[in-house]
């Protein structure tokens, strides 16, 4: 795309999961377009021999979805399998057959049509039969692109490493997300505290969201994605090309103490979602558990899961972390995380709807049941168990949940401060609770009205916003009045440069993805807790979230040293 002599072309967005990768762009394909209303088959064309198409085309779809399925692993797997599953079906098929044969339809118009009665049917029965219309589109999808020539949808199945360019991800585009063939993710739109901003985080992938012109990169265009920095450079040179390798390369570790180089000790620990990801995180030195999303077990449920179910999964986390703190959250459904036995889908404003603590009002009996697992869990395991309630906005609703944990013998009960209100009455709100934990991802997207799923409102998603840091030292003020604990698990403890602010303005631990903490460990390893303070105070103090990162970023030389 450029010559020697050219000045190189890059794009910028903003970096939400750190790193440098370089490869060929591969764009997801253009959502499959519906076939013509009311297209026929050309006069002279057997309609039997069309008929077969719609066989044949199925078959590929299902062949390659089971081929996907086999190489992908975890969640990827299972969706693809589901998929595939769905695909097996002969009825969508036969009923286009019908369509081509009785009214000599277009193949794939009869097959949009057919699936688009299915849908309405499957629809109409409402719950886990609703949920399976999202596979059945897809499998439309997949046998009409086969018809019509155009690229089967989700994330493309090429041979080779790439980085992968969309507009944004759908969770299950998401969840087949391969980190040993997608080298970086470049998407248009997508907030920084998205769910797919923390998968990709998760996964190690270096990601840049909200990039403008991203979607225009021709395919096979070689893009240098940095992560940190938020920049997509095409056609980089060699050197910049092997700078990024290297950096990939240099394994860092966590030593398993997080603390600042004065000594001050400011304890490092893991979010964690699906239970198998417990382990690795103890692997890599998490001092315990900030935050276990026990929604993320759920999912995919339609019915509230039993006692028995739960305490099985909880254990799993409780025993990776033997003898050591691990913070379980009850449900946070709702938003961009529904479970469908719990939420409501036709709230206006799900964001500011019934999600979080507030689903207890309508049914209690799912917390009760989660306290009883939780309880039950703990009493058979050696972690010290720490139960926290999610979107907790006033003291009552603080003291209400500390008595119902109580009820159930669980004594060290706590909020997350992810609402505004919480954040200014954390006075009393820790004068009830035995410690908050500051979701960083939502409390700015209240602070900020901005919804954390646009892309577009990225510059406002960050928690370097001065206004969030000002509602951090408030919670970390609550705190100290009762002295009582204050710890950061949104995506903001993640970032080691924000990591020393946080520290500075008073947070006592910080919990991350497990694959952050070298990096957060290193940078605060290497300043005084007098320096975070006084990096902290700058950053209050600037006018805006750029101005703030730039200023901390410029005081932290090991960031640049260490890439990051
Ligand atoms: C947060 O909001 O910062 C948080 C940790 O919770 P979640 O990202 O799961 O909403
Ligand atoms: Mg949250």
């Avoid at 190189?8 to 209303?37: H, Y």
């Avoid at 059945?136 to 090429?158: E, N």
């Avoid at 409390?443 to 840091?469: C, F, I, K, N």
């Amino acid at each position: 795309m450029t010559t020697d002599t050219d000045p190189q072309q890059r794009l910028t967005g903003i970096g939400v999961s750190p790193g440098q990768a370089a490869g060929p762009v591969v764009a997801m394909p253009a959502p499959v377009a519906e076939p013509p209303v009311g297209a026929t088959l050309a006069e002279g064309l057997d309609a039997e021999q069309a008929a077969e198409q719609i066989a044949a085309a199925s078959s590929r779809a299902q062949a390659d979805l089971r081929e996907a399925a086999s190489r992908a692993s975890g969640a990827g797997k299972e969706v693809l399998e589901t998929t595939a599953m769905m695909a097996a079906d002969p009825s969508l098929v036969s009923a286009a057959q019908a369509l081509v044969r009785g009214n000599r339809l277009d193949p794939a118009r009869a097959v949009w049509q057919s699936a688009a009665t299915v849908i309405e049917q499957l629809s109409a029965l409402g719950g886990y039969m609703a949920e399976r219309t999202r596979d059945v589109a897809d499998v439309r999808d997949r046998i009409v692109a086969a018809l019509t020539g155009q690229l089967p949808p989700g994330v493309p199945d090429v041979d080779h490493p790439f980085v992968l360019v969309a507009t944004d991800l759908s969770p299950a585009d998401t969840a087949t997300l391969d980190p040993a063939r997608v080298l970086a993710l470049v998407t248009s739109e997508g907030g920084p505290t998205s769910h797919t901003a923390i998968l990709a985080r998760a996964l190690g992938i270096p990601a840049v969201v909200g990039t403008a012109g991203a979607t225009a990169i021709p395919d096979g265009t070689v893009a240098l994605v940095d992560g940190t920095a938020g920049t997509v450079t095409l056609d980089p040179t060699p050197e910049q090309v092997a700078h990024a390798a290297a950096l990939a390369a240099r394994v860092r570790t966590f030593d398993g103490t997080g603390r600042t180089s004065d000594g001050h000790r400011v304890p490092l620990l893991a979010n964690v979602g699906k239970p198998e990801g417990a382990q690795a995180a103890a692997d890599a030195g998490a001092e315990g558990v900030g935050l276990f999303r026990t929604e993320f077990c759920f999912l995919d449920r339609t019915d509230a899961p039993s006692v028995a179910e739960q305490v099985a999964q909880y254990r799993q986390v409780l025993a990776a972390f033997a003898g050591k703190k691990v913070v379980v959250r009850t449900l946070d459904a709702g938003a961009d995380k529904p479970l469908p036995f719990l939420t409501s889908t036709d709230e206006p404003n799900p964001a500011l709807g019934v999600r979080g603590y507030r689903t207890s009002w309508r049914n209690p009996e799912v917390l009760e049941d989660q306290l009883t697992a939780i309880a039950q869990a703990a009493a058979a395991e050696t972690a010290d168990v720490w139960v926290m309630a999610p979107m907790i906005a006033t003291v009552p609703e603080t003291a209400a949940f500390v008595e119902r944990c109580r009820a159930h013998g669980l004594s060290t009960a706590g909020v997350m401060v992810e609402v505004p209100s919480a954040a200014l009455q954390s006075g009393q709100i820790l004068a009830h609770a035995a410690f908050a934990s500051i979701g960083t991802n939502d409390l700015t997207q209240y602070t900020m009205a901005s919804d954390r799923m646009l892309g577009e409102l990225a510059t406002l998603s960050t928690a370097w916003q001065p206004a969030v840091l000002q509602l951090v030292a408030a919670t970390c003020r609550g705190g100290a009045q009762n002295d009582r604990p204050v710890g950061v698990c949104g995506e903001a403890a993640a970032d080691p440069a924000l990591a020393v602010v946080l520290v500075g303005l008073g947070v006592a631990t910080l919990s991350m993805t497990a694959r952050a903490l070298p990096d957060v460990a290193a940078v605060l390893g290497s300043v005084t807790l007098a320096t975070c303070q006084e990096l902290a105070a700058l950053a209050v103090a600037a006018d805006s979230a750029e101005d703030a990162r730039r200023t901390v970023r410029s005081r932290l030389p090991l960031l640049e040293e260490l890439g990051l």
